[in-house]
């Protein structure tokens, strides 16, 4: 097991990361932008070192930078969090040049599963259903080319891309020529990638994401689905697992499904498997994310699992403890992501408590959110014995839950979790549209 791990990120997740460091009895370095002298990662970790100023560019995305930090802080690893690093292959190659491990998968495994073509292929052949769809784009005369092939409306998507980032729907091809650029660039400014691929847009339907978790010996746990379509343009606002979608005869053969694609392509780690969920019943495979989602809690919560623990000792060679039939899927959780609005200083905080209710987050009283990051303040995470009980606890939780000084969107998530439609379960991805 490793000593000591910097920690290549920012805001709630190196928070997030260094408190299961801390509970494994590993060291931690955090790493900071000028904008982040005084953030509350930088407090928590053992050591800190500055890597750069404020843009991301200069600090969180310098590569160089964060490894001769890792190596003269005497680091073994290297956990990259979510954004930023973290699906970058030419940084996982970079730490293992440098002697370092990338708490993630390693850097073939990315550029495999990053091949979307390829990728479908693979899930495909071990009888996944996948949208109809592409390889990476060059031009917008490849990209105008397939879009007759596949039959508008397309979705482009940015090869790197997480977060919602990077997303443009395209109607027609006079839209597509103009969306082209619009995502190459946004791809290229977030993750230092501006390659795009092309998918058939399935609408309405429903976001499923299945979390699994798998060691060297091949090993693969599948640890259910999450319910990610209460979205604002392609930005998830709030998570349940499990779905109030997924019949549980369709849950068993999906995760069995994934399971057996996960084993075959040789993943290590954790990651997430995307679907889009049709009116029909039928699920189409999007793409695999490797690395930590944002959403994660969700999964803790209702498994009792620590992913966090549980990617840092897969990297170091760990065995799963635990096994299929071990995973228990009883009761509800449920996410609401707190964000800013607009910048501002936090002038005061108070956060809910009682049993099953969790909020990570990096905010203190008295810090400024800076401009130059994400908006995402916090995660409010609950569970419950059922999922009636859940929305109820959210809300509760929700109204107890104060940020003085700050523009949130905690009002509008109270909305949500209390409208009939979602109440009910019977929402999709067309849920935010016009509100």
Same mark, same amino acid.
């Given at each position: 097991m490793f000593s000591k791990i910097l920690i290549a990120n920012r805001g709630e997740i190196a928070v997030r990361i260094i408190r299961a460091c801390k509970e494994m009895g590993i060291a931690t370095v955090a790493v900071c932008s000028q904008a982040d002298r005084e953030a509350l990662h930088t407090a928590l970790a053992d050591e800190c070192c500055c890597v750069g100023g404020p843009a991301p560019a200069d600090s969180y995305l310098n590569q160089e930078r964060i490894v001769s930090a890792a190596l003269a802080m005497g680091a073994q690893a290297i956990h990259p969090g979510y954004g930023f690093l973290s699906e970058n292959p030419g940084f996982a190659d970079l730490c293992r040049k440098n002697g370092l491990v990338f708490i993630g998968p390693s850097p073939e495994s990315m550029l495999q599963l990053g091949d979307k073509a390829? #990728?479908?292929e693979t899930m495909s052949a071990a009888g996944l259903p996948v949208i109809p769809g592409t390889g990476v784009l060059?031009?917008?005369s490849d990209a105008l080319a397939a879009a007759e092939t596949i039959g508008y409306p397309v979705m482009l998507k940015a090869r790197a891309g997480g977060g919602g980032r990077g997303i443009r729907l395209a109607q027609s091809p006079e839209e597509l020529t103009a969306a082209f650029p619009l995502a190459? @660039? =946004?791809? =290229?400014? @977030?993750?230092? +990638?501006?390659?795009v691929?092309? =998918?058939?847009?399935?609408h309405p339907a429903r976001h499923i994401e299945?979390?699994? #978790?798998? +060691?060297?010996?091949?090993?693969v746990v599948c640890l259910g689905e999450r319910d990610c379509s209460v979205q604002r343009r392609h930005q998830k606002l709030i998570e349940e697992s499990p779905s109030p979608a997924v019949h549980p005869v369709q849950r068993a053969r999906l995760m069995s499904l994934v399971s057996q694609a996960v084993e075959e392509v040789g993943y290590v780690g954790v990651g997430t498997l995307e679907f889009l969920l049709d009116q029909q019943g039928n699920f189409w495979f999007m793409e695999m994310n490797v690395r930590l989602q944002v959403e994660h809690g969700v999964t803790e919560m209702l498994t009792n699992i620590d992913l966090v623990k549980w990617q840092i000792r897969t990297a170091a060679g760990v065995p799963l403890n635990f096994a299929q039939e071990d995973v228990r899927l009883a009761g509800a959780a449920l996410e609401c992501r707190i964000n800013a609005l607009a910048p501002g200083k936090l002038e005061m905080l108070h956060v809910p408590g009682g049993p099953f209710v969790r909020f990570d987050t990096y905010l203190v009283q008295g810090v400024t959110v800076s401009p130059y990051y994400d908006s995402l303040l916090g995660k409010l995470v609950v569970y419950a014995g059922t999922r009636e009980e859940a929305v109820r606890k959210m809300k509760a939780a929700l109204c107890e839950l104060v940020m003085e000084g700050l523009e949130t969107n905690i009002? =509008?998530? #109270? +909305?949500?979790v209390s409208s009939q439609e979602f109440m009910s379960g019977a929402y999709d991805l067309t849920f935010m549209e016009g509100r």
């Open positions: 390829l #990728l479908k060059r031009t917008v190459v @660039a =946004e791809g =290229e400014a @977030a993750f230092g +990638d501006g390659a691929y092309m =998918e058939k847009y399935v299945v979390q699994i #978790l798998a +060691d060297e010996a091949g090993q009002e =509008e998530q #109270l +909305d949500i």
